[in-house]
C-alpha cells in the first residue's frame, strides 16, 4: 500500500468517530435519495411542537456529523486526519504521562518476576492482533491466518503456564508484519524498533507506530473515497438532509429565515422600482426570481455577522465563507485607499507603472490580521496612510516634480483614515 507523508487520506463518512478517533479503515455505504420535495417535513410554523427524545437528538447529530466529514472530504483537497498528541506541558498532557508510565512500569515489575506474569503482555499482544488484522484488506487470507496463528492468546496462555513464550519472538513477529503493511514513511520507524532490545519499551513504541499506521491507513482511505464522493456529494448530502429533517423537523429554520428575508429585500427592491416608474400599476404583484433570491441570500453571506449561528445549508462551509469575507474586506479597503490616493494626485502619478500595485503591497501586509479582534483598524490606516504619502513623494521626486505639501499629506492621510468611519461615503460606495 504506496502512502506519502502528506497524502490526503479518505476515512468512512458514515463512521466519523472511528476514523478520527482509532483512524482505522471503515467502509462507506450511501443509501440514494428518491424522494421529492413534496416528501420532506412540513413547515414547523404549521406543524404541531415535537418533542425529541435524546437518541433522535443524537442521531440528528450523527448525521450532522456524517455529512459534514464527507463535504470537507470532497471540497478541500488538502483534508487528511494528523496524529496529534496533547502538549507535554499541559494537564492532560501530564496526566497522560503519568499513567502511560505507570503502566509501563508496572508491566516491566511483572516481566521481571520469577517466574515472570504474562497476563497483561497477552492482552497487549491481543490489541495488537486486532489492529493489525484491521489493516489488511479483504482477501488477505494468508497473512490473516497466519496472524491469527502466531498470535493466538490462548496458545500463548498455554505457554505462558509452562513459562515457555517467547515473547521477543513474538514482537519480532509483529515487527516484521508491520513492515509489510505499513506506508513508505514508516519504514525508519520499523528500523527504529528492530533496534531496540528492551522489550517493555520495544511493545511501547510497536503502540506508538501502530497509530501512526492507522492515520495513514485512514488517509488513504480518504484519498480513494475522494473521487467517488465528489461525483456523488450532492446526492449524498440530500439525503443526509433528509434524514436529519425526520429527526428534527426545525432542523432548518435558520435556512428558512435566511431565504425569508432575501425575499422581502426582492419585494421591497421591486417596489421601489414600480413607484420610481410613471405608469406602472401599483396593484400588480411582482414576480421574484428564485435565482435573485438565492444571489442575495449568498451576498448576504459576504456581510454576514458570524457571531450568530450560519444557515443549517452552509454549516459545512462555514470557515471557508469567514475566510472569503474576510477576504472581501480587505480588498475593499485596499480599493478605497487606491481610490482616494487617485483623486488626490492621480494626475501627478497617472504615467507611474504599476503604481496601484505598488499601493497594494504597502496595503496588504498592514491589513494581514484585521480580522482578529486585537487588530486595530485606526493605527493600521494611519500607517498606511504615512507609508503611502512617503511613496507618492519618492515617486514624484524620482521623476523630478514637486512633493506633497504639508496640507495635502494631511488631507490624503486624512481622508484614509476616515475609511474606519460607519458612514464613510468611499468606503460605502465601493461597499455596493
Same mark, same amino acid.
Given at each position: 500500500?504506496?502512502?506519502?507523508?502528506? =497524502?490526503?487520506?479518505? $476515512? @468512512? !463518512? %458514515?463512521?466519523?468517530?472511528? *476514523?478520527? +478517533? &482509532? /483512524?482505522?479503515?471503515?467502509?462507506?455505504?450511501? =443509501?440514494?435519495?428518491? $424522494? @421529492? !420535495? %413534496?416528501?420532506?417535513?412540513? *413547515?414547523? +410554523? &404549521? /406543524?404541531?411542537?415535537?418533542?425529541?427524545?435524546?437518541?433522535?437528538?443524537?442521531?440528528?447529530?450523527?448525521?450532522?456529523?456524517?455529512?459534514?466529514?464527507?463535504?470537507?472530504?470532497?471540497?478541500?483537497?488538502?483534508?487528511?486526519?494528523?496524529?496529534?498528541?496533547?502538549?507535554?506541558?499541559?494537564?492532560?498532557?501530564?496526566?497522560?504521562?503519568?499513567?502511560?508510565?505507570?503502566?509501563?512500569?508496572?508491566?516491566?515489575?511483572?516481566?521481571?518476576?520469577?517466574?515472570?506474569?504474562?497476563?497483561?503482555?497477552?492482552?497487549?499482544?491481543?490489541?495488537?492482533?486486532?489492529?493489525?488484522?484491521?489493516?489488511?484488506?479483504?482477501?488477505?487470507?494468508?497473512?490473516?491466518?497466519?496472524?491469527?496463528?502466531?498470535?493466538?492468546?490462548?496458545?500463548?496462555?498455554?505457554?505462558?503456564?509452562?513459562?515457555?513464550?517467547?515473547?521477543?519472538?513474538?514482537?519480532?513477529?509483529?515487527?516484521?508484519?508491520?513492515?509489510?503493511?505499513?506506508?513508505?514513511?514508516?519504514?525508519?520507524?520499523?528500523?527504529?524498533?528492530?533496534?531496540?532490545?528492551?522489550?517493555?519499551?520495544?511493545?511501547?513504541?510497536?503502540?506508538?507506530?501502530?497509530?501512526?499506521?492507522?492515520?495513514?491507513?485512514?488517509?488513504?482511505?480518504?484519498?480513494?473515497?475522494?473521487?467517488?464522493?465528489?461525483?456523488?456529494?450532492?446526492?449524498?448530502?440530500?439525503?443526509?438532509?433528509?434524514?436529519?429533517?425526520?429527526?428534527?423537523?426545525?432542523?432548518?429554520?435558520?435556512?428558512?429565515?435566511?431565504?425569508?428575508?432575501?425575499?422581502?429585500?426582492?419585494?421591497?427592491?421591486?417596489?421601489?422600482?414600480?413607484?420610481?416608474?410613471?405608469?406602472?400599476?401599483?396593484?400588480?404583484?411582482?414576480?421574484?426570481?428564485?435565482?435573485?433570491?438565492?444571489?442575495?441570500?449568498?451576498?448576504?453571506?459576504?456581510?454576514?455577522?458570524?457571531?450568530?449561528?450560519?444557515?443549517?445549508?452552509?454549516?459545512?462551509?462555514?470557515?471557508?465563507?469567514?475566510?472569503?469575507?474576510?477576504?472581501?474586506?480587505?480588498?475593499?479597503?485596499?480599493?478605497?485607499?487606491?481610490?482616494?490616493?487617485?483623486?488626490?494626485?492621480?494626475?501627478?502619478?497617472?504615467?507611474?507603472?504599476?503604481?496601484?500595485?505598488?499601493?497594494?503591497?504597502?496595503?496588504?501586509?498592514?491589513?494581514?490580521?484585521?480580522?482578529?479582534?486585537?487588530?486595530?483598524?485606526?493605527?493600521?490606516?494611519?500607517?498606511?496612510?504615512?507609508?503611502?504619502?512617503?511613496?507618492?513623494?519618492?515617486?514624484?521626486?524620482?521623476?523630478?516634480?514637486?512633493?506633497?505639501?504639508?496640507?495635502?499629506?494631511?488631507?490624503?492621510?486624512?481622508?484614509?483614515?476616515?475609511?474606519?468611519?460607519?458612514?464613510?461615503?468611499?468606503?460605502?460606495?465601493?461597499?455596493?
Amino acid at each position: 500500500m504506496p502512502l506519502n507523508d502528506d =497524502q490526503n487520506s479518505d $476515512s @468512512d !463518512s %458514515s463512521r466519523l468517530s472511528e *476514523s478520527t +478517533a &482509532s /483512524s482505522s479503515d471503515s467502509e462507506y455505504s450511501r =443509501q440514494s435519495f428518491n $424522494s @421529492d !420535495s %413534496s416528501s420532506k417535513p412540513s *413547515s414547523p +410554523a &404549521s /406543524s404541531p411542537p415535537k418533542t425529541i427524545t435524546f437518541d433522535e437528538l443524537m442521531a440528528a447529530a450523527k448525521n450532522l456529523t456524517d455529512l459534514t466529514l464527507a463535504h470537507e472530504i470532497a471540497v478541500n483537497a488538502n483534508f487528511c486526519i494528523k496524529h496529534e498528541d496533547f502538549p507535554q506541558n499541559s494537564f492532560a498532557g501530564t496526566v497522560k504521562q503519568i499513567v502511560h508510565k505507570a503502566f509501563w512500569d508496572h508491566l516491566e515489575s511483572e516481566l521481571n518476576e520469577d517466574p515472570p506474569e504474562y497476563e497483561h503482555a497477552i492482552k497487549l499482544f491481543e490489541e495488537i492482533k486486532e489492529i493489525l488484522l484491521s489493516f489488511l484488506t479483504p482477501g488477505a487470507n494468508r497473512i490473516q491466518n497466519q496472524i491469527c496463528e502466531v498470535l493466538d492468546t490462548d496458545l500463548i496462555r498455554q505457554q505462558a503456564e509452562h513459562n515457555a513464550v517467547d515473547i521477543h519472538g513474538l514482537a519480532n513477529y509483529i515487527i516484521n508484519t508491520m513492515g509489510k503493511l505499513c506506508a513508505p514513511i514508516r519504514d525508519n520507524d520499523i528500523k527504529q524498533l528492530k533496534a531496540t532490545d528492551n522489550i517493555v519499551e520495544l511493545l511501547r513504541q510497536i503502540f506508538h507506530v501502530l497509530d501512526l499506521m492507522k492515520v495513514d491507513m485512514a488517509n488513504y482511505t480518504i484519498q480513494n473515497l475522494r473521487p467517488y464522493l465528489q461525483r456523488n456529494l450532492v446526492d449524498y448530502e440530500r439525503t443526509k438532509f433528509q434524514e436529519i429533517l425526520e429527526e428534527t423537523p426545525s432542523a432548518l429554520d435558520l435556512t428558512t429565515e435566511w431565504i425569508k428575508e432575501s425575499i422581502e429585500d426582492e419585494l421591497s427592491s421591486s417596489s421601489d422600482e414600480s413607484s420610481s416608474s410613471p405608469g406602472a400599476d401599483s396593484s400588480s404583484k411582482p414576480i421574484i426570481s428564485p435565482t435573485l433570491v438565492l444571489n442575495n441570500g449568498y451576498l448576504k453571506l459576504l456581510q454576514w455577522d458570524y457571531r450568530k449561528t450560519i444557515p443549517e445549508t452552509l454549516i459545512t462551509d462555514e470557515v471557508r465563507l469567514q475566510e472569503l469575507r474576510e477576504k472581501l474586506n480587505q480588498l475593499k479597503i485596499i480599493a478605497c485607499v487606491c481610490l482616494i490616493t487617485n483623486n488626490m494626485v492621480g494626475a501627478a502619478i497617472v504615467d507611474v507603472p504599476d503604481f496601484a500595485d505598488q499601493l497594494k503591497r504597502i496595503c496588504v501586509p498592514l491589513l494581514e490580521d484585521m480580522n482578529k479582534k486585537t487588530f486595530d483598524f485606526k493605527e493600521a490606516l494611519n500607517a498606511i496612510g504615512v507609508q503611502i504619502c512617503s511613496k507618492v513623494n519618492m515617486s514624484l521626486t524620482e521623476r523630478g516634480l514637486p512633493t506633497l505639501n504639508a496640507e495635502m499629506e494631511s488631507n490624503l492621510m486624512g481622508q484614509i483614515a476616515h475609511i474606519a468611519e460607519e458612514n464613510n461615503p468611499v468606503s460605502s460606495l465601493i461597499g455596493q
